[in-house]
């Protein structure tokens, strides 16, 4: 069964250093998203990608986030300059027609 | 707020009885999915119930939406240890294609 899958599962980091996390969505999907979870909260949206642009995004997807689709197959989220508060688990998704499917997350963890 | 919410926020159970969550939401929808998240862990597709849908189902999974009241509910059938997880409603309204979450029904299955 196709999946999402994304790399690392784990990465530490420390506060100011570039991240860059990868996923790699079902082949023929259209749609394609980063969420991420705080420890023991609800699971956020940050944005969504369609037609090699960003479709929506919410407040916490401010300047020190990107996405980038650099080839046919890589989905990528990239954090300039981490805080501590971006210390989270990440989910990217993608979807087809309608069904979201979840990747199983990087925990990200800046110290 | 636009996103679904759970009742109730924690259920116990025995293994081999019936679990049924149920879920509130505010907009019109284009469709209504269930996801399951184990602890830590990513989310997983569980099911998607169209707006002309009333009723689905999946193995020991039903789902019912009924969109007078705004509502839907996920009954799981002979549940197992192995159901022990979260459990999310979600929806896209509109044209946006963003997925907002609420809190969940943690789901306990006791051996």
């Known amino acids: 069964e196709p999946e999402v899958t994304q790399t690392p599962s784990h990465q530490v980091t420390q506060m100011g250093q570039e991240v860059i996390l990868r996923c790699v969505p079902i082949s023929n999907h259209l749609y394609f998203y980063w969420y991420r979870q705080i420890l023991g909260q609800k699971v956020e949206f940050l944005v969504s990608f369609y037609n090699n642009e960003i479709s929506e995004k919410s407040e916490i997807f401010d300047d020190q986030f990107s996405v980038e689709r650099p080839d046919g197959s890589n989905f990528t989220l990239k954090i300039r300059s981490t805080k501590l508060e971006d210390s989270a688990m990440y989910f990217c998704?993608?979807?087809?027609?309608?069904?979201?499917?979840f990747g199983q997350g990087t925990r990200l963890t800046v110290v | 707020s636009q996103q679904g919410e759970e009742d109730p926020q924690a259920l116990s159970i025995q293994e081999g009885e019936n679990a049924t969550m149920n879920c509130s939401y505010k907009?019109?929808?284009?469709?209504l999915q269930w996801y399951r998240q184990n602890s830590g862990r990513g989310l997983v597709h569980l099911i998607l119930i169209r707006s002309n849908e009333r009723e689905k189902h999946s193995g020991r999974l039903r789902v019912t939406l009924d969109t007078s009241k705004k509502s839907s509910s996920l009954l799981i059938t002979a549940s197992r240890a192995a159901d022990t997880a979260s459990y999310f409603c979600t929806h896209s309204w509109g044209g946006s294609e963003k997925l907002v979450f609420g809190k969940g029904t943690k789901l306990t299955v006791n051996p």
């Open positions: 907009t019109s929808i284009n469709n």
């Open positions: 998704a993608s979807a087809g027609v309608a069904e979201a499917f």
